[in-house]
């Protein structure tokens, strides 16, 4: 007989740790996983089309190939293992960026990648000493070199001092990019030496500030949550928010930040790029059954509608309740107007006394009588 609790706690552990992934790399995961799917039912396997490929990516300029790369792998094991290692990874960096700073520097991270491994390929292919030509058509596809990249900059933000290799031995935070590299490469072989190098430097390059001028101030990452194109998209429960007061102004990782020099007008246009996009606003909710504005009963102040010639000592105009105002207060707020014979008399009943209740509710009616 089949444990029903067991597998009913599995599956909701499942989706509760699915439902606990950022939006992000969500989305990631299930794009690698849709496009493997459609290759493995049509059958499509040219991934010299869309790996990264030097002579073409350099020669015939197809700058597509650096983000298509990404999402293709070659094995049901190869997309698994990406996959699992990039969950935890960059869920915590999400969370430290904000969903949109996390893109965009995925987005640096896939075109840093090609562009150092195209530069190491051509350095290798052309030196004087020993030629390496081969290295033009070597063909490379999966997430793995962003994840390594990932992991430099995950490393030197944790204050951990050693980091563990698969739960065998530990190695010192600094070396460990680099023992993963060497291990891999001596236990798959056929994986892509140079992605995997190419995606450590990267890293690196992120993380001592290389990236500097392609980055965006806080403020602007904030102004582009706010835009009116992203409003059901940071609604959604994974959507990680930063902002100048949260995850931004708490990470360590350098952001852009123009010199004193060209400050203004760099500063200016920025202000000029915000003032161009929409930004959300939110309307206060109005209930259909009660339009309008509520007054607090026995203050001077409060929501009451402005008029000339009362100001407060802020500036701000404030008006003044009215005599018939103060007296409908007055009336509302007195429960002790009202004798027990009145109530009775209004409910029709004499039987027996009713009880004054000071949690009643009781409405105005025109002719001035409460009812209950």
């Not at 065998?168 to 990019?177: G, L, R, S």
């Not at 708490?250 to 996009?277: D, E, K, V, Y």
């Amino acid at each position: 007989m089949r444990n029903v609790v067991t597998e009913a706690s599995l599956s909701t552990q499942a989706s509760q740790w699915w439902a606990a992934v950022p939006s992000v790399t969500a989305s990631i995961v299930f794009l690698c996983s849709a496009v493997y799917a459609v290759s493995l039912v049509f059958g499509y396997d040219a991934f010299d089309q869309v790996c990264i490929l030097p002579y073409k990516l350099v020669e015939h300029f197809q700058v597509y190939r650096p983000y298509s790369s990404v999402v293709f792998h070659g094995s049901i094991l190869h997309l698994v293992f990406n996959m699992l290692a990039l969950v935890p990874i960059g869920s915590g960096l999400e969370r430290l960026l904000g969903s949109v700073r996390y893109l965009h520097v995925l987005f640096l991270l896939m075109t840093s990648n090609a562009l150092i491994q195209v530069a190491i390929v051509y350095i290798a292919a052309y030196n004087p000493i020993h030629r390496y030509p081969d290295l033009l058509m070597e063909c490379s596809i999966g997430f793995s070199g962003v994840i390594f990249a990932m992991i430099v900059i995950e490393t030197s933000l944790s204050t951990a001092q050693t980091r563990s290799i698969f739960g065998f031995f530990t190695v010192n935070a600094k070396w460990y990019p680099w023992v993963l590299l060497v291990l891999f490469q001596l236990l798959m072989p056929r994986v892509s030496l140079l992605g995997h190098l190419s995606g450590i430097l990267s890293g690196f390059a992120y993380t001592y500030g290389l990236f500097h001028w392609l980055l965006l101030s806080p403020e602007n990452y904030s102004a582009i949550e706010g835009s009116h194109i992203l409003t059901r998209v940071v609604r959604r429960t994974g959507f990680i928010v930063g902002g100048s007061s949260g995850a931004y102004a708490s990470l360590s990782l350098p952001f852009f930040s123009p010199p004193s020099s060209a400050g203004p007008a760099i500063g200016r246009a920025m202000n000029r790029l915000r003032s161009w996009m929409p930004q959300a606003r939110s309307q206060p909710q109005v209930d259909e059954k009660f339009p309008g504005r509520g007054h607090v009963l026995g203050s001077s102040t409060g929501t009451l509608p402005p008029t000339r010639g009362a100001t407060s000592k802020a500036g701000n105009q404030r008006a003044k309740p009215t005599e018939a105002q103060s007296d409908l207060q007055t009336s509302l707020l007195d429960e002790s107007h009202l004798s027990i014979a009145q109530e009775q008399s209004i409910l029709g009943t004499t039987s027996s006394p009713i009880r004054q209740d000071k949690c009643q509710v009781h409405t105005m009616t025109a002719n001035g009588h409460e009812l209950i």
